[in-house]
């Protein structure tokens, strides 16, 4: 089984928002453990994330990728996946420097309550298009 760290600042208040990101959760369960670990500030997220071996940062700059291309990547990544989701102000410059890349959802900008379900649903989407399921179509 995949585990998951997915470090991001704040907690999630919408409603509607924790349902979306249950709903992915479980479609997830079984082939990919997720634990969130939410921090408050910018300093907590480096010090949290300093101890990640391949720490991926989704970040506007980083590389975009088409959903069989992300794919593959996350299957050649390995059974340990980390992933950090910066605040308002995007990721500090340390935990961009040490991560092994980063990932760009898209030119949009999204909060990061957003980038969460994202995320999630694009995990789901990689790991369906693996298996050949029709999702993807």
Do not use: C
């Not at 997830?28 to 991926?56: C, F, M, N």
């Not at 649903?121 to 050949?132: G, M, N, T, V």
């Amino acid at each position: 089984m995949i585990k998951a760290h997915i470090y991001t600042i704040g907690k999630s208040k919408e409603t509607w928002l924790n349902a979306a990101l249950s709903e992915y959760e479980k479609r997830l369960q079984g082939r990919i453990q997720i634990q969130w670990i939410l921090v408050s500030d910018d300093a907590e997220l480096i010090k949290q994330t300093s101890a990640e071996p391949h720490l991926i940062a989704l970040d506007v700059q980083g590389l975009l990728l088409s959903s069989e291309a992300l794919s593959q990547k996350l299957v050649q990544a390995g059974s340990r996946l980390a992933f950090v989701i910066g605040g308002a102000p995007g990721l500090p410059p340390a935990i961009l420097a040490k991560a092994k890349w980063r990932w760009s959802l898209s030119p949009l900008t999204f909060t990061h309550q957003m980038t969460r379900l994202i995320l999630l649903e694009q995990l789901y989407r990689a790991y369906e298009i693996e298996r050949k399921s029709p999702y993807h179509k």
